[in-house]
């Protein structure tokens, strides 16, 4: 059941992952959970009805199996485009692979039979980036193009896989699931430092944040 955090701000509980819908200046789905999450995805689009084909944009987070999961089935019905950081961008396309150097390349490459999205309209974004509402800001670590994205006006962080919600606290992505985990902790310092305030903090795992977002993301930083 779609989940309403803030006046716009709707979370998608999905398989083990969260997917958001956010009212901007046009409808921007957040990520958008595994292939196995079809279904589900329709179903909490309709819940606030609406289709895939009334979605205006896709702010991707980053490249992972369960956050570009749908993508590839949605994609004939989709009339939107979707903004992902420059690296992951181009593995989302084709244009490059997963490294296999790397233990998340290599789990990457593995999947990525699972993950293929055809027919999208991909634009890279750089940090500092303004899509709607929303600020974009590199966060790398988690994966090289893992993007956050921050909306003042909103007060709402989507935050991807940079961290993950703990017990009403946020913790930083773990080793097992992390190209550099100290890209990860210098990304996290980064953007508490840059990122204007914020109440809601959406993650990719865990439960979201409905106040003092911003605030539990300073004290990690300082953790």
């Known amino acids: 059941m779609a989940t309403e955090l803030t006046e716009g701000v709707w979370h998608f509980s999905l398989r083990g992952v969260n997917a958001y819908l956010v009212f901007d200046d046009v409808p921007t789905l957040v990520d958008a959970g595994t292939p196995l999450d079809e279904s589900r995805l329709r179903a909490e689009l309709g ?6 084909g009334d979605v205006g944009r896709v702010l991707l987070t980053h490249y992972d199996l369960d956050h570009i999961g749908t993508l590839g089935a949605l994609a004939p019905e989709l009339d939107a485009t979707v903004y992902a950081g420059p690296d992951d961008a ?29 027919n999208l309209d991909v634009e890279p974004i750089d940090d500092g980036d303004t899509i709607g509402s929303f600020k974009a800001y590199h966060t790398p670590g988690h994966t090289p193009g893992h993007v956050a994205y921050v909306s003042a006006d909103l007060s709402v962080a989507l935050l991807g896989d940079l961290v993950a919600g703990a ?33 809601v903090a959406c993650m990719g795992h865990g439960t979201p944040l409905t106040a003092g977002g911003s605030e539990a993301l300073a004290a990690l930083a300082r953790a």
């Open 90 to 118: 181009e593995v989302l396309t084709g244009a490059r692979s997963p490294p296999i150097s790397n233990h998340k390349g290599a789990f990457q490459r593995l999947v990525g039979v699972f993950t293929s999205a055809p």
């Open 47 to 52: 819940e606030l009805g609406m289709e895939p």
């Open 167 to 199: 017990d009403g606290a946020l913790e930083p992505s773990g080793w097992a699931m992390s190209y550099d985990t100290e890209r990860v902790r210098e990304s996290i310092d980064d953007l508490a430092a840059r990122a204007p305030p914020f109440e």
